[in-house]
């Protein structure tokens, strides 16, 4: 029996039908991708607080994001008006990535069993209440003792703080308020993996649909870190670029002068389902999921392995579940794999292991294979960035066209792959581009990878 149900499993394959996302290049995923396309960059100085005496004090931030502007309905928008920044820009996405697939009215609707239809996220912490935080030290500080009276601190919180505003910073209040918006009453879980979250979420979504337990399911991620305790957390560890004369190109994956990532912020989600039932309910079909690999390096809180090998790990399983041989060219004889959208975070040690990596996995190919960061261009988007980042290998799939990694202009000897510098590249008269592996490496050397492609009935 076990093994009957394996293979009808196996047998089950998994479209994307919807997609969503909020990025600082734009709302909606036209707008964003030919920004990406034009090599556009949203990097610029924090104005959401004062960061002025921050060693890093830019980011790539999603201005002017009113959620009533993107749910268009004042009722729907007043339901979820204390949601956190988090919970909003999930909200958003989830929202047009609903919509794009045709399940918010009409036939469409109706052909969704809510009791088939899950979330899995990939979502951060919500923003903290910095300043009543710092209000309710202060009330608790004990002079004489040079400490915090943990009791009197109690009681100011208890004043201070406001309760919605705690429950909001809560990891899973995205996908409370995400499930409550399309009424979706099957599996809902969030995993908090740092920035390989949301390529996480969205292969172990695949995985619960292929295993029957969902037909629809909508995964992604969303954070936003730019506030005084995230950036000064990730100053603390170095891991930011520096360039506060020139933020517009601090972002610089794979160049020799890269100094570290730039933070951004947004969201991504994407509809998966079951294509029998994707058919029958006429859906129109973006791509097909075809593999996703996850691996632990179980090394160091803060790196990745030095030898890459858990990242090379989880693209070759990525792979070997869709059937690909990343060592052997494609009947055209191009590599089977047309476009790789690079974890390519701008930091000194990341950049140079996953090159390590994809060399591992691809050998004499891996010089073909055009591989770009889009994190030169929106900043790191943390645990949005993986499902982003897919959206980026659809658009690729159905263009052609595959997107820049911006701001590299000194090749550094111990990247030599094909980063795609400075300008898009249309692939339409090389076969076009039919299948991408999308990466997500996060910090305690977690790796992700899912492989896409093009749908072919």
């Excluded at 499993?9 to 919807?18: A, L, Q, S």
């Excluded at 909200?91 to 990535?97: I, M, R």
């Excluded at 910095?130 to 601190?153: C, G, K, L, T, Y």
């Excluded at 890269?258 to 947004?266: I, L, N, S």
């Amino acid at each position: 029996m076990a093994s009957m149900s394996r293979a009808t499993t196996d047998r089950r394959r998994v479209v994307i039908t919807g997609m969503g996302w909020v990025t600082p290049l734009g709302r909606d995923i036209e707008t964003a991708w030919a920004r990406l396309v034009r090599g556009d960059c949203a990097i610029g100085p924090v104005r959401r607080f004062n960061a002025e005496t921050f060693s890093t004090n830019f980011a790539a931030q999603c201005d002017d994001f009113e959620l009533i502007d993107a749910l268009g309905d004042p009722m729907l928008a007043e339901r979820h008006a204390d949601a956190s920044l988090n919970g909003r820009f999930a909200l958003a996405s989830a929202y047009a990535a609903w919509q794009d697939a045709g399940l918010h009215e009409g036939a469409g609707k109706e052909s969704v069993d809510p009791r088939r239809v899950g979330v899995y996220l990939g979502a951060g912490e919500g923003p903290p209440q910095f300043s009543s935080f710092i209000r309710s030290h202060i009330a608790a500080w004990d002079e004489q003792a040079r400490a915090v009276d943990s009791v009197a601190f109690a009681g100011a919180a208890m004043e201070i703080l406001d309760t919605v505003g705690e429950l909001e910073q809560e990891p899973q209040a995205a996908v409370t308020h995400v499930a409550d918006l399309v009424g979706a009453r099957g599996p809902s879980v969030n995993c908090l993996t740092a920035c390989a979250a949301s390529t996480q979420s969205v292969g172990e979504a695949f995985e619960i649909i292929k295993r029957g337990d969902a037909e629809v399911m909508l995964a992604g991620g969303s954070h936003s870190m730019i506030h005084p305790l995230g950036m000064t957390g990730f100053i603390r560890l170095t891991a930011m670029s520096t360039r506060s004369d020139e933020p517009e190109s601090a972002s610089r994956p794979f160049d020799r002068t890269r100094d570290g990532f730039v933070m951004g912020e947004g969201a991504g989600v994407v509809i998966l389902e079951d294509l029998e039932h994707a058919k029958a309910r006429g859906a129109r079909i973006h791509a097909e999921l075809k593999g996703y690999g996850s691996t632990a390096d179980a090394y160091r809180i803060t790196d990745i392995h030095p030898d890459g090998g858990g990242a090379q790990l989880a693209m070759q399983k990525a792979l070997q579940q869709a059937g690909i041989d990343p060592t052997k060219p494609g009947k055209d004889g191009r590599p089977q794999v047309h476009y790789i959208s690079a974890h390519g975070t701008g930091t000194p040690e990341n950049d140079g292991i996953e090159t390590k990596a994809v060399k591992g996995v691809f050998g004499d190919l891996a010089a073909q294979i055009p591989f770009s960061s889009v994190k030169s261009m929106m900043g790191h988007l943390i645990q949005a960035a993986g499902t982003v980042e897919l959206i980026t290998c659809v658009k690729a799939i159905q263009s052609g066209v595959v997107p820049p990694t911006i701001h590299l202009e000194r090749p550094d000897p111990e990247c030599d792959l094909d980063y795609v510098p400075n300008q898009a590249r249309d692939l339409s008269d090389q076969g076009g581009v039919e299948v991408c592996l999308s990466n997500g490496f996060g910090f305690g050397g977690q790796n992700d990878a899912v492989c896409v492609q093009r749908y072919v009935p």
